[in-house]
């Protein structure tokens, strides 16, 4: 049984820095990404990285975050600088299995990890 299991996480001042990782056991995902929402709204993409490394990214997160993956660890990673209150929202990971070539569906989710920055 696949399942994705997020760490790291917490309270942070606005400007500071967060990681987030995301560890995946019983199978391996062509797409991991990281999603999130916040308090009200709703589950909003962040990023996403494929098994080749390519990346894609929110327009309100580009620059400030970077996600990477650890492929030998079947682990993903969010870096987060630069953070602001509205990123405050549970960071959900994710994975996909469904070939590059089609669109992904995201049928596996993590349980979700905190984030909260303070103004």
């Known amino acids: 049984q696949a399942q994705l299991v997020e760490s790291g996480g917490g309270l942070v001042q606005a400007g500071g820095s967060l990681s987030l990782s995301c560890a995946a056991s019983g199978r391996t995902f062509n797409r991991m990404g990281w999603f999130r929402q916040a308090p009200g709204k709703e589950r909003e993409f962040v990023a996403r990285i494929t098994f080749t490394a390519n990346t894609f990214y929110a327009d309100t997160v580009k620059g400030r975050f970077t996600i990477s993956r650890d492929s030998a660890k079947n682990t993903v990673y969010l870096q987060m600088n630069s953070l602001k209150p509205e990123d405050t929202a549970v960071y959900y990971c994710?994975?996909?299995?469904?070939?590059?070539?089609?669109?992904?569906?995201?049928?596996?989710w993590g349980q979700g990890t905190q984030v909260t920055v303070s103004s």
């Open positions: 994710a994975a996909d299995a469904r070939p590059l070539f089609q669109a992904p569906t995201w049928d596996y």
